[in-house]
């Protein structure tokens, strides 16, 4: 199994703070999914990143992908409230098996 | 009208009790998935199928079966539902490459 490591697991931070989050694994993926999860709610793919080194920004947030591909960070700047969610990285299995791994997930809380 | 939809949204059931989630879908994938999400543990997959004829088991499949009644149709049953049981279930359905579109849930209390 091709475990995918998240941290912090919980952060809560005061509105216009930025944070990074981290996924992280010992093997390599040919891509990398973020998705957000808002209470009550299922998980929303945010972006994949695939070549390593790739840097995607969506708006305030800004994805990395590490050159070696076991890796990638969530960075998001001025944080506002809506921004409060569980971040979830996730591979597509051994192989591109489309059979998908989730991290646990970094819970953020950002208060007004 | 989403995507994904599962129905119920929310239910309470009695221990021994033989209960269907059900999921379709709009968006004409062959892949379909079941997870489970308690907090601390993230998402654990349940069963997938990547057509109508493919069934597979997932991590976490004793207590659970499903039926994929058609490519846009997928549900989970629990024979005979245990407190343990309680949870958040999810159906996903992916092409591929292109991640992986989720339900807005099922919220299960087995009392």
């Known amino acids: 199994t091709q475990l995918l490591e998240q941290s912090p697991q919980f952060l809560s931070i005061q509105e216009g703070e930025n944070l990074t989050v981290y996924c992280n694994s010992s093997?390599?993926?040919?891509?990398l999914q973020w998705y957000r999860q808002e209470p009550g709610e299922g998980p929303v793919l945010l972006v994949t990143?695939?070549?390593?080194?790739e840097v995607k920004k969506l708006k305030r947030l800004t994805f990395q992908f590490g050159d070696a591909r076991k890796d990638s960070s969530l960075h998001i700047t001025a944080a506002q409230p809506g921004d409060t969610g569980l971040y979830l990285c996730?591979?597509?299995?051994?192989?591109?098996?489309?059979?998908?791994?989730f991290g646990r997930g970094t819970s953020l809380i950002v208060h007004p | 009208d989403a995507d994904v939809t599962q129905t119920p949204r929310n239910r309470i059931t009695k221990t021994g009790k033989r209960i269907m989630l059900e999921c379709s879908q709009t968006?004409?994938?062959?892949?379909m998935y079941w997870y489970r999400q308690d907090p601390g543990l993230g998402l654990q997959l349940i069963y997938y199928?990547?057509?109508?004829?493919?069934?597979n088991k997932g991590e976490i499949s004793d207590g659970y079966s499903v039926s994929r009644q058609a490519q846009a149709k997928f549900s989970l049953s629990l024979e005979s539902a245990i407190p343990n049981q309680t949870a958040l279930y999810f159906c996903?359905?992916?092409?591929?490459?292109?991640?992986?579109?989720f339900g807005s849930g099922t919220r299960l209390t087995v009392v």
């Open positions: 968006k004409g994938h062959d892949r």
């Open positions: 199928s990547f057509d109508v004829k493919d069934i």
């Open positions: 990143v695939v070549t390593g080194g």
């Open positions: 996903a359905t992916s092409d591929k490459g292109d991640g992986y579109t």
């Open positions: 996730a591979h597509d299995g051994p192989g591109g098996s489309y059979i998908p791994t």
């Open positions: 093997s390599v993926f040919s891509s």
